[in-house]
């Protein structure tokens, strides 16, 4: 039972052009949820977060939106640039250190 | 280096075998997690470590899989009796606090033949 689910598997956008990642939820206890993207042979590194209490947050070229009514979030990212192709994870987390995260969507910006 | 370090990055093993996994978190930091990626999945949730406290080893998916920390510095995990479902690249983090933002380190790429 997939609690946190990133339906795309892949993305392509060209530079320059915006970049939108879905995630979707299903249990209405998590409260805070965050963004990390993954380069391959890294581990993940944290990117952008957002509490339930707010349905946007900001950061440079990286918004997070939270509708917590559909459940869903997304991530956008604009401009995309070339350097931003990796894969990115979604999770969340319900008041306690337990994240759990989606299968991630291999995002790549087409110079 | 500053961040959460693992050792071997890569590990090839035979079916039954004992494997140990390492993990070094970022100094300071009380909080250390694994978690395990098998191929086309999100990251698992295995284990977690705080300071003194009992583990929460709710995530381990059987006996075989074991892990230790001593204070609050190397963690080991331990696989027993290796699978071939074991493959999977394993992760661990580190935080400074419990609710900070989770640091990981590179992983280590297990393959069981």
């Known amino acids: 039972d997939q609690q946190v689910k990133q339906n795309s598997p892949s993305l392509s956008v060209q530079e320059g052009r915006i970049s939108i990642l879905n995630c979707d939820y299903t249990?209405?206890?998590?409260?805070?949820f965050l963004w990390y993207k993954k380069y391959p042979a890294e581990g993940p590194t944290f990117l952008i977060s957002?509490?339930?209490?707010?349905d946007k947050n900001e950061d440079g070229r990286f918004t997070v939106f939270l509708n917590k009514s559909a459940k869903h979030l997304s991530l956008h990212i604009v401009p995309s640039q070339p350097g931003d192709s990796a894969v990115y994870f979604c999770?969340?987390?319900?008041?306690?250190?337990?994240?759990?995260f989606g299968k991630g969507t291999k995002l790549s910006v087409i110079p | 280096g500053a961040g959460v370090s693992q050792s071997p990055s890569n590990k090839v093993t035979e079916k039954g075998k004992d494997v140990e996994l390492r993990c070094d978190p970022i100094?300071?930091?009380?909080?250390l997690y694994w978690y395990r990626q098998r191929l086309g999945q999100g990251l698992e949730f295995l284990i977690y470590?705080?300071?003194?406290?009992?583990?929460?080893k709710s995530g381990l998916p059987s006996d075989r899989f074991s892990a230790e920390r001593t204070g609050e510095s190397v963690s080991t995990l331990t696989i027993q009796r290796t699978q071939q479902e074991d493959s999977a690249v394993y992760l661990c983090?580190?935080?400074?606090?419990?609710?900070?933002?989770?640091?990981f380190g590179p992983g280590t790429r297990l393959t069981v033949l």
């Open positions: 983090a580190s935080t400074l606090q419990i609710t900070d933002t989770q640091y």
């Open positions: 249990n209405s206890m998590f409260d805070y």
């Open positions: 957002i509490s339930s209490i707010k």
């Open positions: 999770a969340a987390g319900a008041g306690s250190y337990q994240l759990t």
């Open positions: 100094s300071g930091h009380t909080a």
């Open positions: 470590f705080q300071g003194n406290s009992a583990p929460d």
